[in-house]
């Protein structure tokens, strides 16, 4: 199979990342118009239970893959196999999991929804190795073909349902689908089969790097869902469907950028994990270019977080536009953040991801608490936008000092300007009066203001070159 480079590894995984990521934001803004905020809030706790299961779906099979691309066959088999007796476990645990959620949240609709999205843990458990395999092999086409057509089709068929008043209904058949042509599709491309199995034969596969990595992703799941379950509990289906939308729209930009080298990184950042130097410097190209790019995206939503907000999902979902601003002051060190884990898998210091994730739990939950005592939603979404600022020096002051043992300073010097400007900016627009009472005149008006401020700032400071320089970075 003819190897393929990084720039156009990153190509594929973009056209994915974009073509999927436009399909659902243009069905999201229709159902967003046919189905009431309250059932996006019921189904806002079921995407929760399903991330966390997710956790239990991997258990470390995938980077285990991805990382020893020399694993024989008869090992794949058997990781599959267990895949499979995983999913089935989690399928039974999705429909036991109404009860509880139902005596939380006082909904006995949970009970139908579970017994429905039992198929989805299983599908999710079922297609880990399949798709490792495929980013294992650098297949990012297929990957990026996949990744389309199961969205597409999936929302087609969740709007039609929307239009029928299938209601709550239509975004779960929605998931169901999309997982589905997945599987099948992927499945039936790399020809796997069942093998037998023991627990110490998946412990050996695995190895501790796998369960370092496992227990991050548990850590790291409560601390990106935690906000969504004390919310759902606190402040009622209503408000959790508000604050979804926004935290939904906020990590768009990071989707939509370093998620695009996140997503092909680590198969290839391996390379230089006898090297810190080399890392460490193509770590610094990466972090510059996603600087000066989320320093554009964090401004512009800044400014423009109402009209952002009506345009997309109508006069509904108005209360998103506040904490979609809220959530905007870390968009920046957000975007910049996205890359670390990969360096961390590459060097194969998954125990520092482990620390990292419990130190980011902390701080998250000390920043919903505080949201929850004074009883406002305003306060926990600036709250937890503080929080990631502050999880994006403490997880490169673990990555650069502690684990690569280079200077913090030497790699935050790049990114002083950049601070400076996106921080002060936001004072100065946080002021700026109402431009025009028409919502699409307004949005216009604000984004060439911070078009031209962008613009100003990368010429004063002399950074056009380094945004241009992104196909050479990658390459």
């Known amino acids: 199979m003819q190897e393929i480079g990084l720039k156009k590894a990153a190509l594929y995984n973009a056209i994915a990342k974009y073509g999927s990521m436009l399909v659902q934001l243009g069905v999201t803004m229709l159902l967003s118009r046919l189905i009431l905020p309250e059932a996006f ?6 995407s929760v239970l399903l991330g966390f299961l997710n956790l239990f779906a991997d258990l470390g099979l995938g980077i285990s893959i991805i990382q020893h691309p020399e694993m024989p066959k008869v090992n794949i088999d058997r990781l599959f196999s267990f895949s499979i007796i995983i999913g089935l476990v989690l399928a039974a645990i999705t429909i036991l999991a109404a009860f509880p959620l139902t005596a939380i949240y006082n909904e006995p609709l949970y009970k139908e929804l579970c017994l429905i999205l039992s198929i989805v843990s299983f599908l999710q458990a079922a297609n880990v190795v399949p798709s490792s395999i495929l980013m294992r092999d650098k297949r990012f086409k297929a990957i990026a073909v996949r990744t389309i057509v199961s ?5 087609v068929i969740a709007i039609i349902l929307a239009w029928k008043e299938f209601g ?3 975004l779960i058949i929605q998931s169901i689908i999309s997982y589905a042509v997945l599987f099948i599709w992927n ?23 796998s369960l370092y990595q496992v227990l991050f992703n548990f850590i790291n799941f409560f601390t990106r869902n935690l906000d969504n379950l004390v919310i759902g509990k606190y402040f009622g289906p209503a408000p959790l469907a508000q604050y979804n939308k926004s935290y939904m729209l906020y990590l768009y930009p990071n989707n939509l950028f ?3 080298l996140t997503g092909v990184l680590h198969p290839y950042i391996r390379e230089y994990k006898n090297d810190y130097g080399a890392m460490f410097n193509k770590y610094l190209q990466i972090e510059k270019v996603l600087s000066l790019i989320g320093a554009f995206t964090m401004i512009t939503f800044f400014a423009c977080s ?21 959530l905007s002051l870390c968009m920046w060190t957000q975007m910049m953040s996205a890359t670390s884990g990969s360096i961390f898998l590459g060097l194969e210091r998954t125990d520092q991801i482990f620390k990292c994730g419990i130190i980011n739990l902390i701080l998250l939950l000390a920043s919903i608490s505080c949201g929850v005592w004074f009883n406002s939603l305003l306060i926990l979404s600036l709250c937890v936008s503080a929080s990631y600022n502050l999880i994006f020096l403490i997880t490169n002051y673990i990555l650069i000092k502690k684990t690569m043992n280079i200077s913090l300073r030497k790699f935050l010097a790049p990114f002083v300007w950049d601070g400076f400007f996106v921080f002060g900016f936001v004072v100065l ?5 109402e431009v025009s009472a028409n919502i699409f005149i307004s949005l216009i ?19 056009w070159k380094t945004i241009l320089s992104l196909k050479g970075m990658i390459s």
């Open 258 to 260: 370093s998620a695009v």
């Open 445 to 463: 008006i604000k984004t060439l203001i911070c078009t031209l401020a962008y613009s100003l700032f990368l010429s004063f400071t002399k950074q």
């Open 168 to 170: 709550v209904y239509a």
């Open 151 to 155: 969205s597409f089709i999936s929302g």
């Open 306 to 326: 109402h009209e952002i907000i009506y345009i997309m999902f109508g006069s509904n979902w108005q209360p998103a536009g506040v904490y979609l601003r809220c």
């Open 41 to 46: 809030g019921v189904v806002a706790i079921t």
């Open 187 to 209: 499945y039936c491309d790399v020809h796997l089969s069942l093998a037998r199995f023991n627990t110490r034969t998946i412990a050996g596969i695995l190895g501790a790097y």
């Open 429 to 433: 627009i946080y002021y700026l009066p």
